[in-house]
Every structure is written in C-alpha cells, then in structure tokens.
C-alpha cells in the first residue's frame, strides 16, 4: 500500500512543479524577447508583441497601438537587465494579465506574455508602483 502512496505523492510534487514551469516556447520567446530589447532592435520586440498591447497604468491609455510603442521600448531598454535575468512566473492574482498568462516583474515594472492564437507573444505591462 505504501507503494502507490508514495508513488501518487511524487507525480503530485512533479505536476506542481511543472505547472510553475514556463512551457519551452515560452521560455525561447522570453529570450528572444530580453536579447531584443538588449541590442535596442524595437523591429524584433514588435514582432514578438501582440497589439494592442494591454498597459495597465494610473492615467495612461489602456491599450497602446504599434504606432506608438516607440515611447514603451524606451523604457523597456532600461529594464534589459531585468529581463534578462528575471524568471517567468505564473501572472498573480492580483495582476492585470489574464488567467494563463506570465509575468517578469521588474521592481513593479510588470511585464506580461500570453499564449495568442498559438503563439507565445507579448501582451501587456502594468506599473504597480502607481
């Protein structure tokens, strides 16, 4: 009997662990992503991004177009580091995103990606410092 117990308990402890696990698609467009705005190539990160994109911001359009993502890369250029080196985790309760979404957070800079139309893109910011 104690077999199967322990056996259940290990496939419970390795669900949980991999449902805290970004899938692999995921992780690749976390890369591309961070190495994009490192090298400041807003063509790459537009690609990467699903418009409009959702910004979740105190007295800031909730939505931002293509056309005006110019002013959103300048600021993601200064979170590159943060990008880069920051896990993916599952969107937070509290946050903005989606169900199924998932965050880098960036000292409240909370940067959000979202499984679209079968592809993982990048589908909102939201500053919770405000």
């Known amino acids: 009997m104690r077999a199967p117990l322990g056996l259940i308990a290990a496939l ?10 970004p899938p692999a698609e995921l992780r690749k467009l976390h890369a591309d992503f961070a190495t994009a705005v490192a090298k400041k190539d807003q063509a790459a990160v537009e690609k990467l991004t ?13 939505s931002i177009p293509a056309s005006k993502f110019k002013a ?3 600021m993601y250029i200064e979170l590159a580091s943060c990008l880069k080196s920051q896990p993916l985790k599952p969107a937070a309760k509290t946050s903005a995103a989606p169900k199924g979404e998932w965050e880098i957070d960036c000292d409240g800079n909370v940067v959000a990606f979202g499984l679209r139309n079968g592809q993982w893109k990048h589908t909102g910011y939201e500053n919770v410092n405000e």
């Open 72 to 74: 959103q890369m300048r």
């Open 12 to 21: 419970a402890a390795t669900s949980a662990f991999a449902a805290d696990q």
């Open 50 to 62: 699903q418009f409009p994109l959702r910004n979740t911001v105190y007295r800031a359009p909730k």
